[in-house]
């Protein structure tokens, strides 16, 4: 103690504290402390931000895929919408050639895909503006609408196309279910008013309307012919 009390006494007169002072040797093991404390806060977050996996990504999904999601969600079928095709290509094929009546009942199926539309719906159009004039692409109304979907000029430029490219198919197609889109908006989801408005408004639109149930009443009745023939054809291979 005698000791002890000295070398305080020499410190004191000295005004330095030695290495062994316990005050001091607290106090560096208190900020030691807290420095490990305040550099453990700084770490830990990137800590675990480094352990959390990567998100990964979804695949891009496939229009067709879309398609079948959308379908099966639904309670449908993809061959619902399969079936349509050759009901549809038995249509065109009474007013122009096989080739012609393939291509354009396909484009009837492409361009359908990922819409609230079926093969029918776009085939009724086609047969109702130029059914008539053999589904040709180069048929112009007097009021100046261009091709098999008979678009007018205007609204051809309104979904990103020049009117003279109203005579490629597939240009045509993809624009008609534009307006039909636009339409379908304009009669608040309803298909058939939809398709009257296609065409446009008063006793004309009347007419349309008339012809494109006649259309679907043909269209429907090769469907049912089509599948009376698949049902025989199974019913044949079941009993030989």
């Not at 879309?66 to 007013?95: C, H, M, T, W």
């Not at 430029?157 to 490219?165: F, I, L, T, V």
């Amino acid at each position: 103690m005698k000791n002890t009390a000295s070398v305080m006494r020499r410190v004191r007169r000295s005004g330095k504290a030695t290495t062994t002072d316990p005050c001091l040797i607290m106090k560096k093991l208190i900020t030691t402390s807290i420095l490990l404390l305040l550099l453990a806060g700084c770490e830990n977050p990137q800590i675990r931000k480094e352990e959390n996996p990567p998100k990964t990504t979804n695949p891009a999904v496939s229009l067709l895929d879309q398609e079948i999601r959308n379908y099966l969600e639904k309670g449908n079928s993809l061959d619902e919408r399969k079936r349509q095709v050759a009901p549809v290509e038995a249509a065109f094929l009474r007013r122009t050639t096989p080739e012609r009546a393939r291509r354009l009942a396909a484009l009837c199926y492409t361009k359908t895909l990922g819409t609230p539309f079926m093969p029918f719906d776009l085939a009724e159009i086609a047969l109702a503006e130029t059914g008539g004039h053999g589904l040709a692409a180069t048929a112009v109304s007097p009021k100046g609408a261009v091709g098999v979907w008979q678009l007018m000029p205007q609204r051809a430029k309104s979904h990103g196309y020049m009117p003279s490219e109203m005579q490629n198919d597939e240009k045509c197609a993809d624009a008609a279910v534009r307006e039909l889109y636009i339409k379908l908006e304009i009669a608040r989801g309803d298909l058939e008013r939809a398709k009257k408005l296609y065409c446009g408004q008063g006793i004309q639109a009347d007419i349309y309307l008339r012809k494109i149930r006649a259309i679907r009443k043909e269209i429907k009745a090769e469907l049912k012919r089509q599948n009376e023939l698949v049902a025989m054809r199974e019913s044949d291979i079941t009993f030989r």
